[in-house]
């Protein structure tokens, strides 16, 4: 258990674990550092550059690079923020950015500039901002990653969101499942799990997985979808569509498949969210509803995801197909 709970930092020692030789260009000193849960890693094809799921957490010179119209808010977080910590985006919803700890820094991340600060005055400022805001029907759980909070901060957190009659829905986001399961597989009181299974008795619980490829779930993801199916929380995927990592027929169908095998529906399929220096992952329009379409004639209509884009000021994320 405990070598699960370790992560990769260092670069060259992440490239000597995965076979591969070393480099030189300068990636180790990117300004967002590199971290990858040791559990992520093992399903990391040994040898191989272009591993999908590699790719997704190795830095890249690419990420260096200046692209027009990609920026360090591309979604409109920071003017969307109530109090700090604290966001209002949609009607009747709020985002709680409970930790700016993940378990895996995927390249990606449209978070990666985010002015994150850790703050021990979150649950008692949620708590009367919901008091005042009794019009919110839904508060989601984000991050970084909520279920990275130790047991204590999490259970206080939850508390805190249970008590408020006016919310009948709690959302968490998360890559654990497929990062660090262990989080979700103890059952001892206290625990993570102990928390929803009290939780699931109060409020609807639904629970995002960000998944990306099917080489991410494997046995101890399903354990962990099978143990939350068990007390009655709703399963939903979402992914971004990434150049290079499952940007093809092959991989999208078998992502639902797999994610249906393991009791989760494919809710959304993100087309990527411009911040800076991820702009190297980007799959144009025309291509994604191409695959959308391909997709459509392959799979049932419960597991085709919905392709969409999310920008500032819209009242909703936006449908791309």
Not at 60 to 73: W, Y
Not at 180 to 208: M, N, R, Y
Not at 271 to 285: C, I, P, S, T, Y
Request: net charge negative; hydrophobic share 40%; glycine share 4%.
């Amino acid at each position: 258990m405990k070598n699960n709970f370790e992560f990769w930092t260092h670069f060259a020692e992440f490239l000597t674990y995965l076979e591969l030789p070393p480099r030189s260009d300068g990636l180790e000193k990117n300004p967002f550092s590199m971290l990858v849960s040791k559990h992520f890693a093992s399903k990391i094809k040994k040898g191989d550059w272009n591993d999908p799921l590699l790719r997704q957490v190795l830095p890249s010179i690419a990420e260096l690079r200046e692209v027009k119209g990609f920026e360090d808010d591309p979604v409109g977080d920071e003017e969307s923020v109530q109090e700090d910590g604290i966001l209002q985006k949609y009607v009747g919803r709020a985002l709680v950015i409970a930790t700016p700890a993940c378990s895996i820094h995927c390249r990606f991340c449209f978070r990666r500039n985010f002015p994150f600060h850790a703050d021990p005055t979150l649950t008692d400022r949620l708590d009367c901002w919901l008091e005042k805001h009794t019009d919110i029907h839904e508060v989601i759980l984000s991050g970084g990653d909520p279920l990275m909070l130790d047991n204590e901060t999490f259970q206080n957190l939850v508390s805190v969101i249970l008590k408020h009659e006016s919310v009948g829905t709690l959302r968490i986001h998360t890559r654990t499942p497929v990062t660090l399961p262990q989080k979700l597989l103890e059952t001892e009181e206290k625990s993570h799990f102990s928390c929803l299974q009290k939780a699931a008795t109060q409020k609807k619980i639904v629970f995002v997985s960000h998944v990306n490829h099917p080489q991410e779930l494997d046995e101890a993801s399903g354990k962990v979808f099978q143990h939350l199916r068990s007390i009655g929380v709703t399963l939903l995927s979402q992914s971004v569509l990434l150049k290079g990592v499952n940007d093809n027929v092959q991989t999208l169908v078998a992502l639902s498949q797999k994610l249906f095998e393991q009791g989760v529906l494919p809710y959304y399929l993100h087309q990527l969210d411009h911040a800076k220096g991820v702009a190297h992952f980007e799959v144009e329009d025309v291509h994604a509803i191409k695959l959308m379409n391909e997709i459509r004639n392959l799979l049932p209509g419960y597991l085709v995801p919905r392709l969409v884009r999310e920008r500032p000021h819209d009242g909703s994320k936006q449908p791309l197909f």
